[in-house]
Protein backbone atom coordinates (compact mmCIF):
# COMPACT_ATOMS: atom_id res chain seq x y z
CA UNK A 1 0.00 0.00 0.00
CA UNK A 2 1.34 3.40 0.08
CA UNK A 3 3.22 5.38 2.77
CA UNK A 4 4.37 8.69 3.50
CA UNK A 5 7.42 9.53 6.14
CA UNK A 6 8.39 12.28 7.13
CA UNK A 7 11.07 13.34 9.18
CA UNK A 8 10.70 13.21 13.45
CA UNK A 9 9.88 16.71 15.01
CA UNK A 10 9.56 18.80 16.57
CA UNK A 11 11.65 21.55 14.66
CA UNK A 12 12.74 24.32 16.30
CA UNK A 13 14.11 27.02 14.61
CA UNK A 14 15.24 31.00 15.06
CA UNK A 15 13.39 33.53 12.99
CA UNK A 16 15.13 34.08 9.27
CA UNK A 17 16.63 30.37 9.57
CA UNK A 18 16.63 28.16 6.37
CA UNK A 19 14.08 25.04 6.65
CA UNK A 20 13.80 21.66 5.69
CA UNK A 21 11.39 19.18 5.85
CA UNK A 22 12.43 16.05 4.66
CA UNK A 23 9.14 13.47 3.13
CA UNK A 24 9.44 10.41 1.26
CA UNK A 25 7.07 8.12 -0.18
CA UNK A 26 6.17 4.77 -1.05
CA UNK A 27 3.56 4.60 -3.86
CA UNK A 28 2.41 2.33 -6.88
CA UNK A 29 1.76 4.32 -10.25
CA UNK A 30 2.54 7.91 -10.25
CA UNK A 31 0.67 9.97 -7.37
CA UNK A 32 -0.15 13.47 -6.64
CA UNK A 33 1.91 14.87 -3.79
CA UNK A 34 0.77 17.77 -1.45
CA UNK A 35 1.96 19.52 1.88
CA UNK A 36 -0.81 20.45 3.82
CA UNK A 37 -0.45 22.64 7.02
CA UNK A 38 -2.20 23.47 10.48
CA UNK A 39 -1.99 26.39 12.32
CA UNK A 40 -2.78 26.34 16.30
CA UNK A 41 -6.20 25.69 17.02
CA UNK A 42 -7.39 24.70 13.09
CA UNK A 43 -8.07 22.24 10.68
CA UNK A 44 -6.00 21.34 7.88
CA UNK A 45 -4.80 23.67 4.64
CA UNK A 46 -3.10 23.53 1.50
CA UNK A 47 -0.10 24.92 1.44
CA UNK A 48 1.37 23.26 -1.88
CA UNK A 49 1.04 20.61 -4.55
CA UNK A 50 2.82 18.95 -7.57
CA UNK A 51 1.03 16.23 -9.45
CA UNK A 52 4.06 14.84 -11.53
CA UNK A 53 7.70 14.72 -11.35
CA UNK A 54 10.22 17.26 -11.64
CA UNK A 55 7.28 19.39 -10.61
CA UNK A 56 8.12 22.74 -7.95
CA UNK A 57 5.58 23.41 -6.05
CA UNK A 58 5.41 26.91 -4.39
CA UNK A 59 3.12 28.99 -2.22
CA UNK A 60 4.05 31.71 0.60
CA UNK A 61 8.18 31.09 0.03
CA UNK A 62 7.62 27.67 0.65
CA UNK A 63 8.68 24.90 -2.37
CA UNK A 64 9.08 21.58 -2.65
CA UNK A 65 10.22 19.34 -5.97
CA UNK A 66 8.42 16.59 -6.64
CA UNK A 67 11.54 13.74 -7.19
CA UNK A 68 10.48 10.52 -8.46
CA UNK A 69 14.22 9.12 -8.84
CA UNK A 70 14.13 9.44 -4.75
CA UNK A 71 10.62 9.22 -4.07
CA UNK A 72 11.04 12.09 -2.43
CA UNK A 73 9.33 16.08 -1.65
CA UNK A 74 11.12 17.75 0.64
CA UNK A 75 9.64 21.08 2.12
CA UNK A 76 11.94 24.08 1.92
CA UNK A 77 12.34 27.43 2.84
CA UNK A 78 14.70 30.12 2.75
CA UNK A 79 13.81 32.49 5.62
CA UNK A 80 11.39 31.42 7.95
CA UNK A 81 9.25 33.47 10.22
CA UNK A 82 7.47 33.27 13.14
CA UNK A 83 4.30 32.87 12.01
CA UNK A 84 5.12 29.98 10.32
CA UNK A 85 4.86 27.49 13.29
CA UNK A 86 2.83 25.19 12.27
CA UNK A 87 2.18 21.11 11.85
CA UNK A 88 3.40 20.61 8.43
CA UNK A 89 1.87 17.21 6.76
CA UNK A 90 3.18 15.38 3.61
CA UNK A 91 0.83 13.70 1.91
CA UNK A 92 -0.09 11.93 -1.48
CA UNK A 93 -2.92 11.03 -3.81
CA UNK A 94 -3.47 7.51 -5.80
CA UNK A 95 -3.70 8.07 -9.35
CA UNK A 96 -6.50 7.55 -11.32
CA UNK A 97 -10.13 7.08 -10.90
CA UNK A 98 -11.90 8.43 -8.02
CA UNK A 99 -9.30 8.26 -5.49
CA UNK A 100 -7.72 11.86 -5.62
CA UNK A 101 -9.85 12.73 -2.83
CA UNK A 102 -8.65 10.39 -0.64
CA UNK A 103 -5.24 11.51 0.54
CA UNK A 104 -2.34 9.75 2.75
CA UNK A 105 -0.73 11.35 4.89
CA UNK A 106 2.62 11.49 7.19
CA UNK A 107 2.36 11.46 10.54
CA UNK A 108 3.21 15.11 10.38
CA UNK A 109 6.49 17.95 11.50
CA UNK A 110 5.61 20.19 14.54
CA UNK A 111 7.48 23.52 13.23
CA UNK A 112 8.38 26.02 15.85
CA UNK A 113 10.08 29.63 14.78
CA UNK A 114 11.51 31.89 17.87
CA UNK A 115 12.00 35.35 17.41
CA UNK B 1 -19.74 32.04 6.80
CA UNK B 2 -16.32 29.91 6.40
CA UNK B 3 -15.75 27.10 3.98
CA UNK B 4 -15.85 23.93 6.33
CA UNK B 5 -17.58 24.01 9.71
CA UNK B 6 -17.79 21.68 12.79
CA UNK B 7 -19.84 21.48 15.92
CA UNK B 8 -19.03 21.01 18.48
CA UNK B 9 -15.81 21.66 18.60
CA UNK B 10 -15.80 20.10 21.73
CA UNK B 11 -17.24 16.96 23.04
CA UNK B 12 -16.93 14.83 26.35
CA UNK B 13 -19.09 11.66 26.78
CA UNK B 14 -19.29 8.64 28.21
CA UNK B 15 -18.65 5.01 26.94
CA UNK B 16 -22.89 4.17 26.75
CA UNK B 17 -23.50 7.76 25.45
CA UNK B 18 -24.88 8.41 22.02
CA UNK B 19 -23.69 11.52 20.47
CA UNK B 20 -23.42 13.18 17.07
CA UNK B 21 -20.82 15.27 15.22
CA UNK B 22 -21.81 17.89 12.47
CA UNK B 23 -20.28 18.98 9.49
CA UNK B 24 -21.63 22.15 7.15
CA UNK B 25 -19.81 22.67 3.81
CA UNK B 26 -20.66 26.29 2.44
CA UNK B 27 -18.08 26.14 -1.02
CA UNK B 28 -20.98 24.00 -3.36
CA UNK B 29 -18.60 20.57 -3.37
CA UNK B 30 -19.68 17.47 -3.84
CA UNK B 31 -17.89 15.28 -1.72
CA UNK B 32 -17.42 15.03 1.79
CA UNK B 33 -14.88 13.19 4.18
CA UNK B 34 -14.58 12.42 7.84
CA UNK B 35 -10.58 11.50 9.03
CA UNK B 36 -9.45 10.48 12.95
CA UNK B 37 -6.52 12.66 13.45
CA UNK B 38 -4.78 10.69 16.87
CA UNK B 39 -1.62 12.18 19.03
CA UNK B 40 1.57 11.19 16.89
CA UNK B 41 -0.31 9.15 14.30
CA UNK B 42 -0.79 9.94 10.71
CA UNK B 43 -4.26 11.19 9.43
CA UNK B 44 -6.75 8.45 9.18
CA UNK B 45 -9.30 8.41 6.39
CA UNK B 46 -12.78 6.98 7.83
CA UNK B 47 -15.50 7.51 5.45
CA UNK B 48 -15.97 8.75 2.13
CA UNK B 49 -19.36 10.60 0.55
CA UNK B 50 -19.51 11.31 -3.24
CA UNK B 51 -22.77 12.73 -4.31
CA UNK B 52 -24.66 11.69 -1.02
CA UNK B 53 -23.02 8.31 -1.47
CA UNK B 54 -20.97 6.53 0.46
CA UNK B 55 -17.73 5.45 -1.61
CA UNK B 56 -15.53 4.56 1.15
CA UNK B 57 -15.15 2.97 4.66
CA UNK B 58 -11.42 2.11 5.56
CA UNK B 59 -12.72 -0.70 8.06
CA UNK B 60 -13.92 1.80 10.54
CA UNK B 61 -15.97 0.33 13.63
CA UNK B 62 -19.89 0.04 13.28
CA UNK B 63 -19.68 2.33 16.58
CA UNK B 64 -19.08 5.24 13.97
CA UNK B 65 -22.02 5.43 12.06
CA UNK B 66 -21.61 8.15 9.22
CA UNK B 67 -24.89 9.90 7.52
CA UNK B 68 -24.81 12.33 4.47
CA UNK B 69 -28.08 13.52 4.10
CA UNK B 70 -27.02 16.16 1.04
CA UNK B 71 -24.43 17.29 -0.40
CA UNK B 72 -23.81 20.12 2.05
CA UNK B 73 -24.02 18.00 5.25
CA UNK B 74 -22.42 15.61 6.71
CA UNK B 75 -22.94 13.84 10.31
CA UNK B 76 -20.87 11.28 12.60
CA UNK B 77 -23.24 9.64 15.05
CA UNK B 78 -21.31 7.74 18.02
CA UNK B 79 -22.17 5.22 20.02
CA UNK B 80 -20.54 2.66 23.49
CA UNK B 81 -17.29 4.37 22.00
CA UNK B 82 -13.54 3.33 23.60
CA UNK B 83 -11.45 5.95 25.28
CA UNK B 84 -8.91 4.95 22.54
CA UNK B 85 -11.78 6.46 20.00
CA UNK B 86 -10.59 9.81 21.51
CA UNK B 87 -9.11 12.03 18.79
CA UNK B 88 -9.73 15.05 16.58
CA UNK B 89 -12.13 14.00 13.81
CA UNK B 90 -11.44 15.78 10.90
CA UNK B 91 -14.07 16.83 7.90
CA UNK B 92 -13.22 17.79 4.51
CA UNK B 93 -14.41 18.55 1.35
CA UNK B 94 -13.71 18.60 -2.15
CA UNK B 95 -15.30 20.21 -5.40
CA UNK B 96 -15.26 16.09 -7.09
CA UNK B 97 -12.42 13.25 -6.17
CA UNK B 98 -11.97 12.69 -9.65
CA UNK B 99 -11.29 16.15 -10.55
CA UNK B 100 -9.98 17.89 -7.19
CA UNK B 101 -6.13 16.77 -7.35
CA UNK B 102 -6.27 15.72 -3.58
CA UNK B 103 -7.21 19.80 -2.66
CA UNK B 104 -9.57 18.66 0.44
CA UNK B 105 -10.35 21.75 2.02
CA UNK B 106 -10.59 20.74 6.08
CA UNK B 107 -13.00 21.94 8.77
CA UNK B 108 -11.03 22.84 12.33
CA UNK B 109 -12.32 19.59 14.25
CA UNK B 110 -14.12 18.41 16.83
CA UNK B 111 -12.13 16.82 19.84
CA UNK B 112 -13.51 14.28 21.37
CA UNK B 113 -13.04 12.82 25.18
CA UNK B 114 -14.23 9.31 25.82
CA UNK B 115 -13.96 8.44 29.28
Known amino acids: GNSVTQMEGPVTLSEEAFLTINCTYT??????LFWYVQYPGEGLQLLLK?????DKGSNKGFEATYRKETTSFHLEKGSVQVSDSAVYFC??????????????FGQGTILTVHP | ETGVTQTPRHLVMGMTNKKSLKCEQH?????MYWYKQSAKKPLELMFV???????ENNSVPSRFSPECPNSSHLFLHLHTLQPEDSALYLC??????????????FGEGSRLTVL
Open chain 1, 50 to 54: ATKAD
Open chain 1, 27 to 32: ATGYPS
Open chain 2, 92 to 105: ASSQDPDSSFGELF
Open chain 2, 49 to 55: YNFKEQT
Open chain 2, 27 to 31: LGHNA
Open chain 1, 91 to 104: ALSEAGGTSYGKLT
